[in-house]
């Protein structure tokens, strides 16, 4: 009897065992799933972050109205070049070219007014908010100053701890190549074609540089050019091969040049696109349908706009235990 009453009691001792250490091994999977990336992510451990995101971005676009078009350039160098982690703004290093640098980054600026919101979000809660989504939350914002969509978008990204340097030109398209390699690349990271439209519509606002034009303008001017538009870029860019350190450019829509609107598609359809690609994208039978139909209908353009806007903010975060909260947005925290 006693036997059996010991033998059934380590019967119970080892169901119940065996039930912790299954409910145990579940714990550690949960704890491996990371949660990704989810809207309001900072409702709990710093409620006031996107607000003070919003208000600086209001502060500083009254004050620098171009602010506005590096937030909206920023997502697209930072989350198109392998992961939306912040890694363009990592400075130089005696190791590694910060991607800021490189070729394809030319003419990006206004960096210090990021640490400027980073600066203000620090003081309500240290250590808590990444970089990656006070970039992406300042595109958000921007895209709203300028006149488009209020895009809602996730956060709970954190930061890199290199720059990708090495891989930009991989991964960013050159606004002289084809339109079929501009849709493959963005094609790579889930935004298809009427998306690929839409994202080149942030041509409706800013500047472009001579020293990316002038191919179009020198030794001969490109007869797909409406000749109409060709004296002003003329006057606007002088020089064959212009100084790229002088501030010499031409206004990418010269109706509305401060205001995200359609306006671009009508100018690209009537042979003002200023690159290459803006000519392209007009002309190619892949993607003039979208741009003939985004020139008619703004609400349309918004509607993908908004649309290729999220999934680009999306591609490949690092979330959970990945990356690190940077302390300060150009450099990578040290660790001992």
């Given amino acids: 009897m006693a036997s059996s009453s010991s033998s059934s009691s380590w019967c119970v001792f080892l169901v119940v ?14 704890r491996d799933e990371e949660p990704g990336l989810v809207m309001n992510f900072y409702k709990d451990s710093c409620p006031q972050a ?4 919003t208000e600086q971005v209001k502060l500083l676009y009254k004050r620098h109205k171009n602010t506005a078009f590096s ?13 939306c982690d912040a890694s363009l703004l990592l400075d130089t290093t005696r190791r590694t070219l910060s991607e800021k ?13 990021l640490d400027t919101i980073k600066e203000a979000v620090e003081r309500e809660c240290p250590e808590v908010v990444s970089c990656a989504d006070i970039l992406v939350l300042s595109a958000r914002d921007g895209i709203v100053a300028l006149g488009g969509p209020y895009i809602p978008l996730k956060t709970g990204r954190r930061d890199g701890r290199k720059s990708r340097s090495d891989v930009v030109e991989q991964y960013l398209p050159d606004h002289n190549e084809s339109i079929s390699s501009v849709l493959d690349k963005f094609g790579a990271m889930g935004i298809d074609t009427p998306g690929v439209v839409a994202l080149l519509g942030a041509h409706s ?4 540089h001579c020293v990316k034009l002038v191919q179009r303008l020198y030794p001969e001017v ?16 002088p020089d064959s091969i212009p100084d790229p350190k002088a501030v010499q450019y031409v206004r990418n829509d010269r109706a509305t040049p401060m205001k995200l609107d359609n306006n671009y598609y009508r100018n ?19 993607t003039r349908p979208f741009v003939k139909k985004m020139a008619k209908n703004q609400d349309y353009f918004f509607k993908e706009f908004g649309r290729a806007i999220t999934i680009l903010s999306e591609n490949n975060p690092l979330t959970g235990s990945k ?14």
């Fill in 17 to 30: 065992f065996l039930g912790l250490v299954a409910a145990g091994l579940g714990q550690d999977q949960d």
């Fill in 50 to 53: 996107e607000d003070i995101i």
């Fill in 71 to 83: 937030w909206l350039r920023n997502i697209f160098h930072d989350c198109a070049v392998q992961s």
């Fill in 101 to 113: 640098e490189t070729d394809r980054s030319f003419g990006l600026r206004n960096f210090r007014y």
């Fill in 205 to 208: 606002v800013g500047r472009t």
């Fill in 222 to 237: 490109d007869p797909a050019l409406n000749p109409d538009h060709v004296p002003h870029m003329l006057k606007k860019c």
């Fill in 268 to 286: 690209i359809l009537d042979s003002k696109g200023l690159l290459l690609v803006d000519h392209q994208l007009a002309h190619d039978p892949l």
């Fill in 323 to 336: 990356g690190e909260i940077r302390k300060q947005c150009n450099v990578a925290n040290k660790h001992h």
